[in-house]
């Protein structure tokens, strides 16, 4: 007896299992770079703002707002932080936990995404199993409605006899089907939690750290549809005030 014998089953399941970590740890840092990229965006206009807040070389009147916009759109952060305490820097650790916060909550969506992507290559397998289940109890269920015995019938001249199936024995054994699928089913399940546990744990790290900014997200006034004009002039109004803050921004970093 060789140990390939004896463990050769737990060799195999190690080395799969050593795949399987090792796909996920690949999908979770793939998910990871993409969220911290598509966080540049509004992390950079953060940035802007709190520059533009905090300089000294500016007028009162573009400094403060920069804090008016700072608190609108992050009440969690600098709502009740007054306006001197900003300008001064001295909110500096509410900046700094704002800008991880949104890395945080783009890469918890960007994880959300890869899981999806995970769950799609699982579900054709899923399908096909409770389908088999299905079929499965329906035809427990009409064995158990009937109560009719299985005859296969026998051939003379091959010399095969009749066979009479209890219907308690058919019963039995659809009984059995049934619970090997279901089994098959949770073990798909567990399988998958195991598999994507990487990543789950991951994402609710950062939707932890990023708790305050989803709630300042939840609580943003809501745009009526009914007013496109007044909608498009607000737009408007907000892209020239971007602009502002950005070459504001640039002129004081030359």
């Known amino acids: 007896v060789t140990l390939l014998t004896l463990y050769g089953g737990k060799i195999v399941e190690w080395a799969r299992n050593l795949s399987t970590g090792a796909k996920a ?8 770079a993409e969220g911290n ?47 001197e305490v ?4 001295k909110a500096r650790n509410s900046y700094l936990s704002l800008r991880d916060a949104i890395f945080a909550s783009a890469r918890a969506k960007a994880i959300q995404v890869e899981l999806e992507k995970r769950a799609e290559g ?4 899923e399908i096909a199993i409770t389908e088999e289940l299905a079929d499965a109890e329906k035809e427990l269920n009409r064995l158990r ?13 091959e010399k095969v006899a009749t066979q009479r199936i209890s219907n308690k024995d058919l019963i039995i054994a659809q009984e059995r089907l049934v619970l090997l699928k279901r089994k098959e089913l949770q073990k798909l399940e567990k399988d998958a939690l195991e ?12 939707e932890k750290q990023s708790e ?14 009914g007013k496109e004009k007044e909608k498009n002039t607000r ?5 020239k005030e971007a602009i502002e803050l950005k070459s504001v921004a640039d002129t004081i970093s030359q």
Do not use: C, H, W
Request: glycine share 4%; charged share 35%.
């Open 86 to 89: 900003i300008m001064n820097g």
């Open 212 to 225: 305050k900014l989803e709630a300042d997200r939840i609580k943003a006034p809501k745009e009526d549809k």
């Open 122 to 125: 699982r579900i054709e397998k």
């Open 145 to 157: 409605k009937t109560g009719s015995d299985l005859v296969i019938q026998g051939s003379a001249q």
């Open 235 to 239: 737009a408007e109004r907000a892209k």
């Open 195 to 206: 598999e994507d546990k990487i990543l789950l744990d991951a994402q609710a790290k950062n």
């Open 37 to 83: 990229q598509n966080a540049y965006k509004e992390a950079g206009q953060l940035d802007i703002l709190y520059k533009v807040a905090t300089n000294v070389n500016l007028t009162l009147e573009q400094r403060k707002k920069a804090v008016d916009k700072l608190q609108q759109q992050y009440p969690s952060y600098f709502k009740n932080i007054s306006d």
């Open 25 to 32: 740890q690949e999908d979770l840092n793939k998910a990871m």
